[in-house]
């Protein structure tokens, strides 16, 4: 199927908000991560709190337990899948912004 | 350590589920890699002769007083997903579920007794707000993707469906829900918060959002093919009292269709 003429036909309006708001619901679930034995977001809080912590410390994860981790490990870890994910992301929303 | 997805299938006049669940099998095969049992009954399955996609076909009695929309819905049973699974860790997922990644086998990872979700998007009105049992209740649980492991709790948790789908009419008198139509999402919800007292415990939800498809939007493929995952969603919006059709282009993305026309319509 023709989607692109589907839609012209159609006259129908490319909707930027919603697909903005798609493009975070897709993504958010790509920077969940398990180590360690537990469960991270990799987010700026957390990888600015690893940058900073000692080598062996304890860290709440996102099921709110406790946790002791190698801190060092655990950014290098977070950060690769944040500038990873975060580097699809913006591209795939510099694609978006061109269409009309 | 086994691992595979769990469908039920039970066609129903209108609806050919059992189409469906062979599809989506298709695409688990493709992109989770993982094998697939369908849960079904003899009638279901009468006309079918291949089931190359499943890696096991279980017939069991179908339960068939439950209405929605003026058409039989086979949805009760679904506790009986613990008992049935051949597999030591088990995604169980209802076969409108589009999956076009391998999202899913996030799940093994965060997986201890069983997960589900609790918070849903709708992709083109996010300012629906989350559903509730009821008026002065809580927030549901979704049973369109369940992970669960074989352990103590998780076989607790599909008991009290049991009893809860055994028990509808009470538990909605209890919560004030409408029981006209049994739906899992309402047992699962009172299940999960009878096995952990009454508590909500974060470590059984998943932690993103489940993507609805909502009633009033059209679907389309980009190409039919068997592993497809570029689609373009209309909608129409209200705009300055004049309705006007929007469209958005998503790919890479799972996605639970709630019109099981749309959903025919892609395979």
């Given at each position: 199927m023709d989607t692109k003429k589907l839609v012209a036909d159609m006259?129908?309006?490319?909707?930027?908000?919603s697909a903005k708001h798609y493009l975070k619901e897709k993504y958010s679930s790509k920077f969940i991560v398990a180590d360690q034995g537990g469960l991270w977001k990799a987010d700026p809080n957390t990888l600015s709190f690893l940058y900073t912590a000692q080598?062996?410390?304890?860290?709440?994860?996102?099921?709110?337990?406790?946790?002791t981790i190698d801190a060092q490990k655990l950014y290098k870890k977070l950060l690769e899948v944040y500038n990873l994910t975060m580097q699809e992301w913006h591209e795939e929303l510099k694609e978006l912004e061109k269409t009309r | 350590?086994?691992?595979?997805?769990?469908?039920?299938?039970?066609?129903?006049?209108?609806?050919?589920?059992v189409s469906m669940a062979?599809?989506?099998?298709?695409?688990?095969?493709?992109?989770?890699?993982?094998?697939v049992t369908l849960v079904t009954d003899e009638e279901s399955t009468e006309n079918y002769y291949e089931f190359e996609d499943f890696e096991k076909i279980i017939k069991i009695d179908s339960n068939k007083d439950n209405i929605f929309r003026d058409d039989i819905w086979i949805n009760k049973g679904r506790y009986m997903a613990y008992e049935l699974s051949p597999y030591d860790e088990t995604i169980l997922?209802?076969?409108?579920?589009m999956v076009n990644s391998d999202r899913l086998l996030k799940i093994f990872d965060l997986l201890e007794d069983y997960?589900?979700?609790?918070?849903?998007?709708?992709?083109m009105k996010p300012e629906i707000t989350q559903e509730n049992l009821s008026d002065f209740?809580?927030?549901?649980?979704?049973?369109?993707?369940?992970?669960?492991?074989?352990?103590?709790?998780?076989?607790?948790?599909?008991d009290c469906m049991k009893m809860v789908q055994e028990n509808y009419a009470h538990y909605g008198h209890l919560y004030t829900f409408s029981v006209d139509t049994y739906r899992n999402d309402y047992s699962l919800t009172i299940a999960h918060r009878i096995v952990n007292g009454h508590i909500s415990d974060k470590k059984n939800i998943l932690p993103w959002?489940?993507?609805?498809?909502?009633?009033?939007?059209?679907?389309?493929?980009?190409?039919?093919?068997?592993?497809n995952t570029k689609y373009t969603i209309v909608f129409d919006q209200w705009k300055n009292n004049k309705l006007k059709k929007e469209y958005i282009n998503i790919a890479d993305t799972d996605f639970h269709v709630i019109n099981k026309e749309v959903f025919l319509e892609l395979m």
């Open positions: 006259k129908a309006r490319f909707a930027h908000n080598e062996k410390t304890i860290l709440v994860d996102l099921y709110d337990n406790p946790i | 350590m086994s691992r595979g997805v769990l469908l039920f299938g039970f066609n129903s006049p209108k609806v050919d589920y062979s599809y989506t099998a298709r695409r688990i095969n493709n992109f989770l890699k993982l094998p997922l209802d076969v409108d579920y997960v589900c979700h609790e918070s849903m998007c709708h992709l209740s809580f927030p549901i649980l979704w049973a369109t993707v369940i992970g669960f492991k074989k352990t103590q709790k998780a076989k607790q948790l599909f959002n489940l993507i609805h498809i909502g009633l009033k939007t059209k679907l389309y493929v980009e190409r039919k093919s068997k592993y």
